[in-house]
């Protein structure tokens, strides 16, 4: 039997490598111009981060991807210290700086989450963040809360979007399509093989496994849950992008509405993702 590091090696490796087969089209499968829903989404999660974290800031970002977040960060006057399991999406993420304009504000490293306690910063970030199920990813939760613990200042926030146990929207959608397995799925504990779209009809697989708020909470023991809303609540997952485009007039009436609710207690743990902030004691 393998050693509790040598399984978190394993699925490190198995994850890279997934991730870093799709790096050269992820943009295309899940960006501006290949998703609608995915960029609906990017836009909220890129209001809530620039909400909480003042210009200035400087960030810890863990699972960059292509670098969307990070460039955008940075050209709205943040600094960011990027990280990305896969070194094939690092290197795009680091292209993508350089060539809008804002390499010299965005750092950018391959490194697993789980693995972020050998950075050594002269002070600490001001805060961090992981978008849409990075952290789902993860095998050592409990390392990358504690390491988060040193690496963010008191007071600091540490905002992810997790994919979370309920999505309201898929059970709705799968129970009436008569495909119950589906739309339950996501209930139980444990870890999944779930499908990440490349370009066309390619895809990969990587072990994720779907969170509580609760199992965050416990994971990051110097931080506090301040506040949880869902993303999306009422609008469809980017896997469903075809729908959302061919409904696209009756999901953007329906935004204001995603908006209001997303916070409130039942619906901010109800989303395809839930977005947690997390506050350094």
């Given at each position: 039997?393998?050693?509790?590091?040598?399984?978190?090696?394993?699925?490190?490796?198995?994850?890279?490598?997934?991730?870093?087969?799709?790096?050269?089209?992820?943009?295309?499968?899940?960006?501006?111009?290949?998703?609608?829903?995915?960029?609906?989404?990017?836009?909220?999660?890129?209001?809530?981060?620039?909400a909480?974290?003042?210009?200035?800031?400087?960030?810890?970002?863990?699972?960059?991807?292509?670098?969307?977040?990070?460039?955008?960060?940075?050209?709205?006057?943040?600094?960011?210290?990027?990280?990305?399991?896969?070194?094939?999406?690092?290197?795009?993420a680091?292209?993508?700086?350089?060539?809008?304009?804002?390499?010299?504000?965005v750092?950018?490293?391959?490194?697993?989450?789980g693995?972020?306690?050998?950075?050594?910063?002269?002070?600490?970030?001001?805060?961090?963040?992981?978008?849409?199920?990075?952290?789902?990813?993860?095998?050592?939760?409990?390392?990358?809360g504690?390491?988060?613990?040193?690496?963010?200042?008191?007071?600091?926030?540490?905002?992810?979007?997790?994919?979370?146990?309920?999505?309201?929207f898929?059970?709705?959608?799968?129970?009436?399509?008569?495909?119950?397995?589906?739309?339950?799925r996501r209930l139980?504990?444990?870890?999944?093989?779930?499908?990440?779209a490349?370009?066309?009809?390619r895809?990969?697989?990587?072990?994720?496994?779907y969170?509580?708020?609760?199992?965050?909470?416990?994971?990051?023991?110097?931080?506090?849950?301040?506040?949880?809303?869902?993303?999306?609540?009422?609008?469809?997952?980017?896997y469903?992008?075809?729908?959302?485009?061919?409904?696209v007039?009756?999901?953007?009436?329906?935004?204001?509405?995603?908006?209001?609710?997303?916070?409130?207690?039942?619906?901010?743990?109800?989303?395809?993702?839930?977005?947690?902030?997390?506050?350094?004691?």
């Amino acid at each position: 039997m393998r050693s509790e590091p040598m399984r978190r090696s394993h699925q490190y490796a198995v994850t890279a490598m997934a991730f870093g087969e799709i790096a050269p089209d992820y943009d295309a499968a899940y960006g501006t111009e290949g998703n609608a829903m995915m960029t609906w989404m990017r836009g909220e999660s890129l209001a809530i981060l620039q909400a909480e974290f003042a210009p200035g800031s400087r960030l810890l970002e863990l699972g960059c991807g292509t670098g969307e977040e990070a460039v955008a960060l940075a050209q709205a006057s943040r600094e960011v210290l990027a990280t990305d399991i896969a070194p094939r999406m690092a290197a795009i993420a680091r292209a993508k700086a350089i060539r809008s304009g804002v390499g010299g504000h965005v750092q950018v490293v391959a490194l697993p989450a789980g693995y972020i306690d050998a950075l050594r910063p002269l002070r600490p970030f001001d805060g961090g963040y992981a978008s849409f199920g990075a952290l789902n990813c993860e095998p050592d939760l409990l390392a990358v809360g504690t390491a988060l613990g040193r690496l963010i200042r008191p007071g600091g926030a540490f905002v992810t979007s997790i994919m979370g146990r309920t999505c309201l929207f898929e059970v709705l959608w799968y129970t009436a399509h008569l495909r119950p397995r589906r739309a339950l799925r996501r209930l139980g504990g444990g870890w999944h093989i779930a499908p990440v779209a490349g370009e066309g009809s390619r895809e990969v697989s990587v072990p994720t496994r779907y969170l509580t708020i609760r199992q965050v909470a416990a994971a990051f023991p110097v931080f506090v849950v301040e506040r949880a809303l869902a993303l999306p609540l009422l609008l469809p997952p980017p896997y469903a992008d075809s729908l959302y485009r061919r409904h696209v007039n009756l999901f953007r009436r329906l935004a204001p509405c995603d908006r209001r609710l997303r916070g409130r207690w039942p619906w901010r743990q109800l989303g395809d993702h839930t977005v947690l902030v997390l506050r350094r004691l």
